[in-house]
């Protein structure tokens, strides 16, 4: 079977101002101090720090994503931020179709399935996030509309290129709750299925599933112990640098 070294990406969100570059130092000291660990790091920080991530993070192998990707390459789109012009920081990560943009912005499985390939086309890794709200949930679909949104939103060019999902359940994300480590293994082996499903067996043991969605040093080992959990998408707790090394540390 294919071994996936795990990745923890941190997702700042909209939250960092250039002191927040001493929680990356600091992350940084903590990395290098120790043991080597045993996942890739990343940090998804606002676009506004990107660069400076990127730069500051390669001594001690942290890398940089950014958090969005507009489809189109340039153009008109004021206040948007190209693939390309992420992949130019330095960074190797975007994060597209997270729940919140998915909420606050109308985005659709094709709106995240056109991000991803300009992510791609741009050489960056997409991280694609898909996960049900608790209503969802409640009514039995959480795996049919996880189904969907992988179906819609993973280009046919992650045949291809690595690309990365994420199982976010948008009812776990900064609330502090969880799925039960059963249903989190259920999902995650329901996603795998999918993805052998539509890219052959081979090819999908390569592609990592991170889970996201309150993530914390305290359930990190657990969830992070769960067959075909590749790593986490981290929000809150990625903000301190102590509390994200440690789940770093429970690979
Ligand atoms: C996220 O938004 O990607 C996330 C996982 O957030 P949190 O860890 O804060 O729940």
Redesign the pocket.
């Known amino acids: 079977m294919t071994t996936i070294s795990p990745l923890i990406a941190g ?1 700042w ?1 909209m939250n960092g101002l250039t002191h927040s570059l001493e929680e990356l130092a600091e992350l940084a000291r903590l990395l290098t101090a120790g043991a080597a660990p045993r996942a890739v790091v990343a940090i998804c920080p606002p676009a506004t720090l990107l660069a400076i991530v990127a730069a500051q993070g390669a001594s001690s192998g942290i890398l940089a994503g950014g958090q969005d990707c507009h489809m189109a390459a340039s153009g008109a789109h004021t206040g948007d931020i190209s693939a390309g012009m992420i992949a130019d920081t330095g960074a190797q990560f975007v ?1 597209v179709g ?3 943009r998915r909420a606050d912005h109308n985005e659709t499985d094709d709106v995240v399935r056109a991000k991803a390939e300009a992510a791609i086309g741009a050489g960056l890794k997409p991280i694609i ?1 898909v996960g049900e709200t608790e209503a969802q949930r409640d009514a039995g679909e959480a795996e049919s509309v996880v189904a969907a949104q992988l179906a819609g939103s993973i280009p046919d060019a992650a045949e291809q290129h690595e690309v990365v999902i ?1 199982y ?1 359940p948008v009812w ?5 709750r969880t799925p039960t480590l059963e249903d989190i293994a259920a999902m995650h082996a329901s996603i795998r299925s999918r993805l052998e499903g539509r890219f052959g067996a081979d090819h999908a043991a390569t592609i990592r599933i991170l889970y ?5 040093p305290q359930n990190a080992r657990d969830i992070l112990a769960i067959e075909n959990v590749n790593g ?7 903000l301190l640098a102590k509390d994200f090394y440690t789940i770093i540390s429970a690979v």
Do not use: D, F, R, Y
């Open positions: 997702n969100k994060i997270h729940s919140e996030c994420a976010e776990a994300i900064g609330t502090g996201g969605g309150s993530m914390k986490g998408l981290v929000g809150g707790a990625s």
